[in-house]
């Protein structure tokens, strides 16, 4: 398996292919997008942190739900090609805004058909 392999509901999402795993058809490149905004309650919680050390919870639970929902509309895309798999998969995080208060969580992949 890869580095990261999943399957749920008989849809297949790896960074690599396995071996053993037999690829029907290539479907082209899929993706998906989660922008999210800082409020000012978790920047001042940050900012705490950055003094203190630890973990920004706030953060981190605002960036899983960013990657689900781009996840998710990954999966939609190639679902709507027919695809039961994306492999390829790669994960890119961005700082966005003019005071850099937005993140932005994008997902790629290629759809693919297993046999």
Same mark, same amino acid.
Request: proline share 5%.
């Given at each position: 398996m890869g580095w990261f392999s999943k399957s749920t509901d008989q849809f297949f999402l790896s960074t690599t292919l396995?071996? %053993? @795993? $037999?690829l029907n058809?290539?479907? %082209? /490149? /899929?993706n998906g997008e989660a922008i999210i905004g $800082?409020? @000012?309650?978790?920047?001042m919680f940050s900012s705490v942190r950055d003094v203190v050390g630890g973990r920004a919870g706030g953060y981190e639970r605002a960036l899983a739900g960013a990657r689900d929902a781009a996840m998710a509309e990954l999966i939609e895309a190639a679902k709507e090609l027919g695809a039961t798999g994306v492999i390829g @998969?790669?994960?890119d995080y961005e700082v966005l805004g003019e005071t850099n208060g937005m993140m932005m969580v994008a997902v790629s992949g290629t759809a693919v058909k297993l046999t």
């Open positions: 396995p071996e %053993g @795993i $037999a058809q290539y479907l %082209g /490149v /899929v $800082a409020n @000012i309650f978790r920047d @998969i790669d994960f």
